[in-house]
């Protein structure tokens, strides 16, 4: 069966977007810093399923690469769906990306849309996702899914490229944990350039 994966950069204070995100400032207030790890180094790294490449440190290539091979489909909330605007139809990865939401946009939903517009929750979007990962990891991509998944039990790993920025306010990963403490078995370290890569099992 799929693990579900949470990958996101993030400041070091917890944040994976600044303050005032929205689809005219993507990132919020200076939530970019969280990526200028992208291109802090001299090794080119490909986002699987677009033309996008970063320049990065060995390190960090070395074990994002291995990671972003190992994840199949992607579930994401509205807003970070909303702010990417869809990326242009091309969502990181390649694969079919299960958004949860409230409504469904009627724009988006066609026969070669890669999107799946889940309303009845955050247990339907991940029994679906993994239903099509054909065994590779599901990417839960954005901080309010990922905080339903850990309480209703259904992440398995978080990778926190942490980013040594302080944003002070924005959009928090680790708020809203209703079912809080949760254990971590620390799964990895890597000190890339401008990235520190944490990568951690929920035990449940
Ligand atoms: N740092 C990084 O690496 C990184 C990566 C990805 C994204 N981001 C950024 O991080 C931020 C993430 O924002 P976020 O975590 O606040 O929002 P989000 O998870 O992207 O979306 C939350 C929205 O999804 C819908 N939703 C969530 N749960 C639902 C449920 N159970 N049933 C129905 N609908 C549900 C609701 O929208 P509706 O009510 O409108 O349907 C809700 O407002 C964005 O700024 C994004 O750009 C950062």
Redesign the pocket.
Known sequence: MSKTVF????SLDG????PN??PEN???DG?MR??EWYQAGDVDMPLPGTDMAFKVSQASADFMQAEWANLGVMV?????????HGWGGYPPGGGRCF?????VPPEWVNDDSPFTF?????ES?VRQAKQVADGKAVSI????????CLSAGLLDELIL?VSPTLLGA??R?FDHLGSAPFELEQLAVVEGIGVTHLKYRVIY
């Open positions: 990958e996101n950069s993030i944040y994976v977007a600044g995100d929205n993507g990132m919020g939530g969280l990526f994401v909330g509205r807003r970070t769906f909303d702010i990417a958004v949860v939401t409230h409504t889940v309303t009845d929750g955050i979007a991509t954005s901080a309010n899914i990922a905080q339903q490229n924005g959009v990963l």
